[in-house]
């Protein structure tokens, strides 16, 4: 889907982004909308291109399927939005409802009527991990490291062999996806030639944020991770730069929260792992163009959209590309949770 390119020289179209929050136990449960400041005729704008986005997956109705889907109302009074909105399924956010939680979520002391949770909570310290769990934790870092720099598929299978977690979450994911054309996969090299490599490794970055017991903040990480990767893949294909570029931003985007997933410092994490300079230097320092989609994606997430409006104009991505950039990052966020859940029944 790409939205009617007249109106970006005709009206500038307002900014959108779309953020996770979580139920009262602290899982992801619905999908809020932001939208960044604009006068009438922007809002308007992004009434239509939202209105013609069609009811595929990556759309409003599309993301009201998969979670609850909300919107506050009062910013956007007197537009078409909240009707677009509410055509498609969504509804406005009750008052009192939402909390924010910026320290460790204390499910007990939320304040009365709390239905949902935003904020930064689930990027705090984590949880001390089991030996059992640290020992998986490593397992998924070498078996990354492995599949960076392409490891013959022996050498995968054999890192498998000695973790059973990691290699019990990997078969359940595999059958999940279906890959094997209604085949249940019994082995793992089975598994590994049917995923092929560029799959396996984003699903197995996804899997080092997969729920791990007593780590309430895993699943909201891998909501979160998940739709910036996405995200960044996408804007770098916006900005035009190349395949290879494009999947450099997605394990940028899910490498850049693994130092809040381990508690400890993102070089720490990242030392062993042996990344190419352009995903390296976007992680440690928002340098290159990496970075500056890095930076770009994480104003978002603030909810600085006004940030976000300048650092378009500045990397030359349209604000209609930027838009269902953001759509459909949402939609791949959902898939992911899904699988994830999938594979943890």
Known sequence: MVFGKLMITMTPVALLFFRVIAENSGRPAALLLDTGAGDAAALAALAAQLRESGDEAASLPGLQRAMPCLFRPEPLAGTALPQVLMDAGW????????????????????????EWIDGDWCIGPPPRATGAQAASKV????????????????EIEALLRRDPTLSY???????SLGVGGGRR????????????RQQLRRWLNLM???????????????ARVAMRARALELLAKAQGLD????????????????????????AEVLAPLALGEAVQGALLRR??????????????????????????????????????????????????LRENQAAHV
């Open 243 to 266: 395949k290879t570029t494009q999947e450099q931003a997605f394990m940028a985007g899910m490498f850049s929260l693994l130092g809040v997933l381990f508690g400890m410092p993102l």
């Open 287 to 336: 340098s290159g163009a990496l970075g500056e989609l890095l930076s770009l994606v994480e104003a978002a997430e603030r909810g600085d959209l006004d940030s976000v409006a300048a650092q378009l104009v500045q990397l030359q991505i349209a604000r209609p590309d930027y838009n269902q950039a953001m759509l459909d990052a949402a939609c791949w966020m959902q898939l992911a």
């Open 169 to 175: 979450n990997l078969l359940r994911l595999v059958n």
């Open 208 to 222: 080092l944020f997969a729920a791990r017991q007593g780590d309430v903040r895993s699943a909201m990480l891998l």
């Open 139 to 154: 397992a998924a870092l070498q078996m990354v490291q492995l599949v960076a720099r392409d490891a013959d598929t022996h």
């Open 91 to 114: 509804r406005p956010l009750a008052p009192g409802t939402l909390c924010r939680v910026d320290t460790r979520l204390v499910v007990d002391f939320l304040p009365a009527g709390t």
């Open 185 to 196: 996969i019994t082995s793992f090299s089975q598994a590994l030639l049917l995923l092929g």
